[in-house]
């Protein structure tokens, strides 16, 4: 007889779709993939984007993304969550509600703007991602802008990164990622949970094809979570990940095309 296939680990991803298929539901799942776990959504929001920008958004009710969930977790299980766009405080509420109760290690991406610019964050939701949804975060992983948003620091220097992290920790999440790639030079990020640091560098690559960072990178650090993983070690394998997928990022349309989710098969070959 053939022995039963192990079961991989279990990620879900509570986020938007990006119709281009570069950032939201579909970078989380094909990062996923690339990394060995099963992933599973529930979906947020839709939005008409390619990449050139966002024509349009609608959120899904708060009771439909509740069912996706409770169908989900109460079923299937997971071992790992990550959130992306949440777009209003209704929804913000109701993802933390349901991530409280859950008990297993919360990836939140708190999704301000798009790669173009375009607001994917009501701002009378920020409020509830500060109180609500940082909170129940293992890993909180904002960029430059979105810290702007949540505290008002403007960072322009890896002190001020520091700085950042302080204020992002002050609202909950037991760690926090700040990544500073809009900063000039090598790609820095930094891990800390208040006491320890982690200062991740990598070569920045000479390749404008970045849409969807931000989302691989969280869902590459939940997959490592679910693995059993600490959060620098998690952070540390996302992002080496991630620079590779930079650095194969490729040109779709007429605007900012997607970094490379299957590098790492290409690679193989």
């Given at each position: 007889m053939t022995a039963p296939a192990p079961i991989p680990p279990r990620v879900l991803t509570v986020a938007g779709s990006d119709s281009g298929g570069g950032a939201?539901?579909?970078?989380?799942?094909?990062?996923?993939?690339?990394?060995?776990?099963?992933?599973?959504?529930?979906?947020?929001?839709?939005?008409?984007?390619n990449s050139l920008?966002?024509?349009?958004?609608?959120?899904?009710?708060?009771?439909?993304?509740?069912?996706?969930?409770?169908?989900?977790?109460?079923?299937?299980?997971?071992?790992a969550v990550k959130t992306g766009m949440l777009s209003s405080a209704a929804l913000v509420d109701a993802v933390a509600e349901l991530l409280a109760g859950t008990g297993v290690p919360v990836v939140v991406d708190p999704v301000g703007v798009s790669k173009h610019g375009d607001a994917l964050l009501a701002t009378e939701a920020l409020d509830s991602v500060r109180t609500k949804l940082l909170p129940v975060a293992t890993v909180a992983t904002p960029n430059?802008?979105?810290?702007?948003?949540?505290?008002?620091?403007?960072?322009?220097?890896?002190?001020?990164m520091r700085r950042a992290a302080a204020?992002?920790?002050?609202?909950?999440?037991?760690?926090?990622?700040?990544?500073?790639?809009h900063l000039p030079g090598d790609a820095v990020d930094l891990v800390t949970d208040g006491r320890e640091e982690h200062w991740l560098r990598a070569p920045r690559h000479d390749n404008r094809h970045t849409h969807g960072t931000g989302c691989t990178l969280?869902?590459?650090?939940?997959?490592?979570?679910?693995?059993?993983?600490?959060?620098?070690?998690?952070?540390?394998?996302?992002?080496?990940?991630?620079t590779g997928a930079i650095r194969a990022g490729f040109a779709l349309g007429g605007g900012i095309g997607p970094v490379d989710h299957g590098w790492l098969f290409r690679a193989a070959r």
């Open positions: 939201g539901i579909q970078a989380d799942l094909k990062t996923m993939l690339a990394l060995g776990v099963h992933g599973m959504s529930v979906l947020t929001a839709v939005t008409a984007q920008g966002v024509q349009g958004a609608w959120e899904l009710p708060v009771d439909a993304v509740r069912a996706q969930y409770r169908s989900v977790v109460d079923d299937i299980g997971v071992q430059l802008d979105e810290v702007t948003q949540l505290t008002g620091v403007t960072v322009t220097d890896e002190e001020g204020e992002i920790l002050g609202h909950g999440p037991r760690w926090v990622v700040i990544k500073g790639g969280a869902s590459a650090i939940a997959c490592g979570l679910a693995r059993g993983q600490d959060v620098p070690t998690a952070v540390r394998g996302a992002k080496e990940y991630v």
